[in-house]
């Protein structure tokens, strides 16, 4: 199954708003609520950022933020900080197969 | 603390096989469905295979169908890799999901560090 797809890169100066998007098909992105996003640091594991569609763990700032519409899925970061620059990937069940998930291509942000 | 630590990754010649391990502690291990997920260098994220929680089901990625096969015991989670090509060769983590009566709710909300696995002659 394909990935979803997601922007390569997206940028921002501290204090302003980015979002991603991520598309997928009615198969899964559009189809289900079980969309979540990760955060990366280059060497690190991925952070569960957002479950199912637009809730956030405990532990995760506000300023992180998500919806979906159709089959895109999006996230917000709100009042950009040095610290968001990492890569970003949406994930979604998919009924491609009996069981499947499958991510986004990733996105990686940039703090200017 | 929740811990999932990867191990047994490294070397191996195309067509061999490798046998992972994630030891799993600082939670009732058997409550969650687990899975692995790889990231090849430089890459995106790749779902391999997920099991659930007393092992009666378990599925796989395309890519690895008939080649890798997901299994737990008591507090660990394995992935059994044959048949390996260079495009196996990633980062492997071991990823835990939370489920509710209905199933596994698809999102992964603890993750190890990973594994290495490179697979070249």
């Known amino acids: 199954q394909s990935a979803l797809t997601q922007p390569a890169s997206v940028s921002g100066s501290p204090g302003q708003s980015v979002t991603i998007s991520c598309t997928g098909t009615t198969s899964d992105v559009g189809g289900y609520k079980f969309v979540s996003w990760y955060q990366q640091h280059p060497g690190r594991a991925p952070k569960l950022l957002i479950y199912e569609v637009n809730n956030r763990p405990s532990g995760i700032s506000d300023r992180f933020s998500a919806s979906k519409s159709g089959n895109t899925a999006s996230l917000t970061i709100s009042g950009l900080q040095a610290e968001d620059e990492a890569d970003y990937y949406c994930?979604?069940?998919?009924?491609?197969?009996?069981?499947?998930?499958?991510f986004g291509g990733g996105t990686k942000v940039t703090v200017l | 603390e929740v811990q999932l630590v990867e191990s047994g990754g490294g070397l191996v010649q195309p067509g061999g096989s490798l046998r992972l391990s994630c030891a799993a502690s600082?939670?009732?291990?058997?409550?969650?469905?687990m899975s692995w997920v790889r990231q090849a260098p430089g890459k995106g994220l790749e779902w391999v295979a997920i099991m659930k929680e007393e092992g009666t089901e378990r599925y796989n990625g395309d890519s690895v169908k008939g080649r890798f096969t997901i299994s737990r015991d008591e507090s660990s989670l394995y992935l059994r890799m044959n048949s390996l090509t260079p495009e196996d060769s990633a980062l492997y983590y071991c990823?835990?999901?939370?489920?509710?009566?209905?199933?596994?709710?698809?999102?992964?909300?603890?993750w190890g560090q990973g594994t290495l696995v490179t697979v070249s002659s």
């Open positions: 600082g939670f009732t291990f058997s409550g969650y469905w």
């Open positions: 994930c979604s069940y998919s009924s491609i197969a009996t069981v499947a998930v499958i």
């Open positions: 990823a835990r999901s939370r489920s509710n009566l209905l199933g596994p709710r698809y999102f992964f909300d603890s």
